[in-house]
């Protein structure tokens, strides 16, 4: 907002403790406050306490990464004023999608939905069963849909159940945000593709979760359905479920305007959490989380090696040798996905009695 002497209102912080705002210089937080003060307001031109685009740009980025509720916000634009060829001012003029009433109500919609997702959360759990139930209710509850409305919003997800990366990755810390865990959303390129995902903490920890990439509908979009499904479902891969920042960036690419922690840890990773990951040839202990999965009626199960040989040695002893037939008594239908690029053997099975 412009005071009456023409010069930027000076507001105070709401984003203490968000991730990327930490990042920030002091002159850009101050930037990055008045972009959040103008949309929570609705405001229409707010003039900005810089004539630095550059320092205006990243602390919007920031926004973006921090504040994944602003669904009311169709586009971020901005007004510049000059003399000679000097930038004396900036406006930002943001543009709403929907009115304040309507607003309101779309909110206590997404609100509600939720209230439903998270019902059967493990509130008093531990942040690596937190993290887990978010990832994979998104996946189940959440279609991946390249044509679905809103798709760069939450209204996408808790509205329609239907949505692309950056839904998925704001709906993400959405839930992790009221479940208590640090959360922020990342935006760059996968595999060349614009994507986005998260960043998140697990007890004080960082590390990386990409729920569209866990999701099958998106993973093998163009493989057919028979890879897509379990007896005509989509499934979930946990190879994005906390993963390192070597993991991630074999294949993602954040953008550099915000710093990124080096994520190092692994203990709540999902394959090391659950045991699923192994270091050395064991096909005991192997095919007892493979008879386990089975015995408790999952449909399939995911296993980590450390490195391709052990990969290609349990593939051959458990697929090729079958093997698995040792484990899994009644063993009616395997099918395997080819996932050596992670060293993962990734395994889907039903009985006879099914």
């Known amino acids: 907002m412009i005071t009456s002497s023409g010069k ?6 709401v984003s203490e403790g968000n991730y990327a705002y930490e990042t920030l210089d002091e002159d850009t937080r101050l930037v990055y406050d008045e972009i959040v003060y103008a949309i929570q307001n609705r405001k229409e031109k707010v003039r900005i306490a810089t004539t630095d685009v550059s320092v205006m740009e990243k602390a919007y ?61 493990p509130v008093d759990g531990t942040d690596y069963e937190k993290a887990l139930y978010v990832y994979e209710t998104l996946i189940e509850q959440v279609d991946y849909d390249e044509t ?7 209204l996408s997800v808790f509205l329609n159940h239907r949505t692309i990366c950056q839904g998925y990755a704001y709906a993400t810390q959405y839930l992790l945000e009221r479940l208590g865990i640090p959360c922020t959303t990342v935006v760059g390129t996968a595999e060349g593709e614009n994507h986005a995902w998260n960043l998140i903490r697990l007890d004080g920890a960082y590390y ?6 866990g999701n099958s509908q998106y993973m093998y979009r163009d493989s057919g359905e028979s890879a897509q499904s379990v007896k005509g479902k989509k499934f979930i891969d946990y190879d994005y479920m ?15 305007t915000i710093p990124l922690p080096e994520c190092t840890e692994s203990k709540d990773n999902y394959y090391v959490h659950e045991g699923k990951y192994f270091a050395s040839w064991d096909p005991e202990k192997i095919g007892d989380v493979i008879r386990t999965a089975y015995e408790q009626g ?20 458990f697929v090729e040798n079958y093997h698995i037939e040792d484990y899994c008594s009644g063993l ?22 099914e």
Not at 8 to 13: A, I, Y
Not at 72 to 86: C, H, I
Not at 242 to 256: F, K
Request: aromatic letters at 14%; glycine letters at 2%.
């Open 8 to 13: 930027p209102l000076l507001v105070d912080s």
């Open 61 to 121: 980025m920031a926004v973006r990464y921090d504040y994944c509720n602003f669904f009311w916000l169709e586009k971020f634009s901005y007004v510049t004023y000059r003399k000679g060829k000097n930038i004396t001012a900036i406006d930002i003029t943001p543009v709403y999608s929907v009115s304040e009433k309507e607003q309101e109500s779309l909110q206590a919609k997404i609100e509600n939905e939720a209230k439903h997702m998270l019902a059967d959360a």
């Open 148 to 154: 679905s409305e809103n798709n760069q919003n939450i």
């Open 208 to 213: 990386y979760m990409d729920t569209t990439w």
């Open 242 to 256: 906390a993963v390192d920042t070597e993991t991630l960036m074999d294949t993602h690419q954040a953008d550099p």
């Open 298 to 317: 999952e449909n399939q199960v995911q296993i980590k090696f450390s490195d391709m040989e052990l990969y290609e040695q349990a593939f051959q002893y």
């Open 332 to 353: 009616d239908t395997l099918r395997y996905l080819e996932n050596s690029g992670n060293n993962v053997l990734f395994l889907q099975f039903s009985s006879e009695e």
